[in-house]
């Protein structure tokens, strides 16, 4: 089993920035990828960037250029830095990560405000 505990959420104006971040525990051990998806009202839930554990990285279109994930693995935490933020990026954010059988767990999901 895997818990996850998400921060960094909150309202900002269009432009601005925000860092969310996302801590593991439990068995840690067995994790490989750590990724960050988002929910939009209306919308199903979509990939928004994801990174092994050897550090191979994937970031999806919408995002590509004004976010980064990073992950800390000493700390266990998984980040994600927006910037350039857009009304459009307004979602619940979930932090998720797989293991090495393939097996997902997924945190509460934090909400990220864009707008003026």
């Known amino acids: 089993q895997v818990q996850l505990v998400e921060s960094g959420g909150g309202l900002v104006q269009p432009g601005g920035s925000l860092k969310l971040s996302c801590t593991a525990s439990?068995?840690?051990?067995?994790?490989?990828?750590m990724a960050w998806y988002r929910q939009a009202p209306g919308q199903s839930r979509e990939l928004v960037a994801g990174i092994t554990r050897s550090g191979s990285m994937r970031i999806e279109e919408p995002v590509k250029g004004r976010f980064t994930i990073s992950r800390d693995d000493a700390k266990h935490t998984v980040y994600l830095q927006m910037n350039s933020l857009k009304p459009e990026d307004t979602a619940v954010y979930y932090c998720?990560?797989?293991?090495?059988?393939?097996?997902?767990?997924w945190g509460q999901g934090t909400q990220v405000t864009v707008s003026s």
């Open positions: 998720n990560v797989e293991n090495w059988g393939g097996y997902h767990y």
């Open positions: 439990g068995s840690i051990s067995s994790i490989n990828v």
